[in-house]
Antibody
Framework: QVQLVESGGGVVQPGRSLRLSCAAS????????MHWVRQAPGKGLEWVAVIWFDGTIIYYADSVKGRFTISRDNSKNSLHLQMNSLRADDTAVYYC?????????????????WGQGTLVTVAS | DVQLTQSPSFLSASVGDRVTITCRAS??????LAWYQQVPGKAPKLLIS???TLQSGVPSRFSGSGSGTEFTITISSLQPEDFATYYC?????????FGGGTKVQVK
């Protein structure tokens, strides 16, 4: 079955960097667009970034543009989020999520599989 | 950018009640809207795609409707496992966006 497992969260000081990973299994990873979504403590969901199945198209939320970089390694079935210049308001549980159908495009498929999330806390 | 406004933010209801949650988009998004359910400590679960298509395994008491700028999700007879937070999501254009959420709690 589809499994997504995030790792790399932790406590980090403001201005520092952190790299999250998402290990995928149970499906052909290279066929699916992948997203990062975050949720601050006690708050709602916030879409962060997307990378198309082949890595050719990437979009970011304005709140992370220029600071975060999404990438994928289809040979290793892994998704990554490099987070630089972290701020207190980046504190959240970060989820990786898979699109509902293979082959990225329009309209954007919603997310049918999610990881369990990894907590990032930015604090001094 | 498309913004989504959900109402109400909180909803108190009892088992057996009919519950409706509304999601309004700041501009027309055709039927490119999804609904998720999230229980505390867990990842969201996709319930409905394309405004009204129920995901496999989702009970038929859930239904979605709408197009353009106004959408609803209805639970015809609330069950104990339905007490959760519900989010709408627009998938019409980037940046994607979620509504602020509606927490369905016990009356």
């Amino acid at each position: 079955q589809v499994q997504l497992v995030e790792s790399g969260g932790g406590v980090v000081q403001p201005g520092r960097s952190l790299r999250l990973s998402c290990a995928a299994s149970g499906f052909t990873f290279s066929d699916y667009g992948m997203h990062w979504v975050r949720q601050a403590p006690g708050k709602g969901l916030e879409w962060v970034a997307v990378i198309w199945f082949d890595g050719t198209i990437i979009y970011y939320a304005d709140s992370v543009k220029g600071r975060f970089t999404i990438s994928r390694d289809n040979s290793k079935n892994s998704l990554h989020l490099q987070m630089n210049s972290l701020r207190a308001d980046d504190t959240a549980v970060y989820y990786c999520a898979r699109e509902e159908r293979p082959g990225s495009g329009w309209p954007v498929p919603p997310f049918d599989s999610w990881g369990q999330g990894t907590l990032v806390t930015v604090a001094s | 950018d498309v913004q989504l406004t959900q109402s109400p933010s909180f909803l108190s209801a009892s088992v057996g009640d009919r519950v409706t949650i509304t999601c309004r988009a700041s501009q027309g998004i055709a039927n490119y809207l999804a609904w998720y359910q999230q229980v505390p400590g867990k990842a969201p679960k996709l319930l409905i795609s394309a405004a009204s298509t129920l995901q496999s395994g989702v009970p038929s008491r859930f239904s979605g409707s709408g197009s353009g700028t106004e959408f609803t999700i209805t639970i015809s007879s609330l069950q104990p496992e339905d007490f959760a937070t519900y989010y709408c999501q627009q998938v019409n254009s980037y940046p994607l966006a979620f509504g602020g959420g509606t927490k369905v709690q016990v009356k």
